[in-house]
């Protein structure tokens, strides 16, 4: 290390050093207040060594080879190069600033969101017939539940929300014996809260459990789960689909999707296969949009489904 | 309806609805369903609406835990408690 035991071999491994300086320094500074100062100027150094090949070889090798792959394979439009800039930009950017803009006042935060489709939440909620969102996982997303308390709308019930909380276990999550009636009472309560008006959320990309419906995606013939689905019709509720894109200029937008179509009418499996299709087609234009606003583990899950 | 008609009903509800791959036999009352995949968590909130729907037994939350849950013979248990 530059600034620790040994010396740095290579020119590569000095400036990656430097980086991780840089990176320290701006983490220790989003701890102690002074942040926004230096939130912008991160972005951009972040963006400029991202851009640099040395660095993506460097400093971030295993990363640039998913995200290479993962452009490749999922048949994503534009230049894989740039995907891995803006990924590698947003990863690092996240590191260090996510907890901070979730810490972050109302003002402070608001001055640095777009929110777009605020108008189709709103208007769900005055019809006060229960509203479920669909999330898809974004390096930001967890800003969604902050900007969501600033505009002053009650965030309701988020479904696996118990597999997070402090003290769990990572293996808590895939036994059966605990997920099974902690999420069964998530299910539940998401289900009594739909059904007041209120609203709950749940993401929509996620891929455990066994109930899937296969679809032809980005190459992949993937399994979505039908739970959102499932809940909304249930409890006759609304359904929307959100996410949040991080700009590399530091900007968040907050994108909310107009109501999904469905059919009362129309027998329980029906609806819940269609709203699943919808979906995975929603979801897929936004992968085509921006695929760097995935995490990386979202990316490796992907490559996992048999190709098409 | 006897213990053995509810378990019945239930066991025919989890083939018919719940199983991911329906079983080749229905679960018999002692069969750890949770554990072996039979039903996962979305199950579980289909099988308890049923029992509210079909047999007008009410479910509180903290009564959704696995002691509850794990087999037939307790889910019978649980709604048999509660008439």
């Known amino acids: 290390m530059i600034f620790g035991p040994g010396f740095p071999r290579s020119q ?60 490749r394979e999922a048949g994503l439009p ?9 990924s590698l930009l947003l990863h690092a950017a996240a590191a260090t600033w996510r907890r901070m803009l979730q810490g972050l006042g109302r003002d402070a935060l608001l001055r640095l969101c777009v929110a777009r489709g605020e108008e189709h939440l709103r208007a769900a909620l005055d019809a006060k017939r229960g509203v479920l ?11 969604f539940w902050s900007w969501l308390e600033h505009k002053g709308i009650a965030p309701g019930v988020t479904l696996g929300h118990w597999a997070w909380e402090q003290g769990r276990k990572a293996g808590d ?23 007041a008006g209120g609203l ?26 039908s739970t959102f689905a499932e809940m909304a019709v249930a409890a006759d509720a609304t359904t929307l689909s959100a996410a949040v894109s991080m700009g590399a200029d530091g900007r968040m937008t ?21 709203l699943v299709r919808e979906y995975a087609a929603r979801l897929e234009k936004r992968w085509q949009r921006d695929a760097a606003q995935l995490p990386w583990g979202d990316m490796t899950t992907h490559l996992r489904f048999p190709a098409l | 309806m006897t213990d053995d008609q509810i378990a019945r009903e239930l066991a025919d509800y989890i083939v018919r609805e719940i199983a991911p791959t329906p079983p080749a036999a229905p679960p018999g009352p002692d069969v750890p369903i949770i554990e072996q995949g039979l039903v996962d968590s979305l199950g579980l909130f289909k099988l308890i609406a049923f029992v509210e ?12 835990v696995l002691e509850n849950f794990a087999t037939i013979a307790a889910i019978v248990k649980l709604i048999q408690s509660r008439r």
């Not at chain 1, 491994?13 to 840089?22: H, V």
């Not at chain 1, 942040?35 to 150094?45: A, D, M, Q, T």
């Not at chain 1, 107009?258 to 269609?274: H, I």
């Open chain 1, 173 to 195: 999550r895939t036994d059966p014996k605990r997920a099974v009636p902690e999420m069964a009472r998530e299910l539940f309560a998401a289900s009594q809260t739909l059904r």
């Open chain 1, 254 to 274: 907050m994108e909310i999707e107009p109501s999904f179509t469905d059919d009362a009418s129309l027998p329980r499996a029906e609806r819940v296969e269609r």
């Open chain 1, 200 to 225: 709950a959320h749940v993401f929509g990309d996620g891929v455990q459990g066994s109930r899937q419906t296969e679809i032809a995606f980005c190459n992949r013939r993937r399994g979505f789960r």
């Open chain 1, 133 to 143: 969102i669909a999330h898809c996982h974004t390096v930001f997303a967890p800003l």
């Open chain 2, 53 to 64: 729907e079909r047999l007008g037994v009410k479910i509180a939350p903290e009564e959704i």
């Open chain 1, 12 to 71: 590569d491994e000095l400036r990656e050093n430097l980086f991780r300086l840089f990176q320290r320094s701006f983490q220790s500074l989003a701890k102690s207040g002074h942040s926004l100062k230096v939130y912008r100027s991160s972005f951009e150094l972040y963006g400029r060594l991202a851009a640099e090949r040395w660095a993506q070889l460097t400093i971030w090798p295993e990363e640039t080879a998913l995200i290479e792959r993962f452009a």
């Open chain 1, 78 to 86: 534009g230049e894989p190069q740039a995907m891995v800039q803006k």
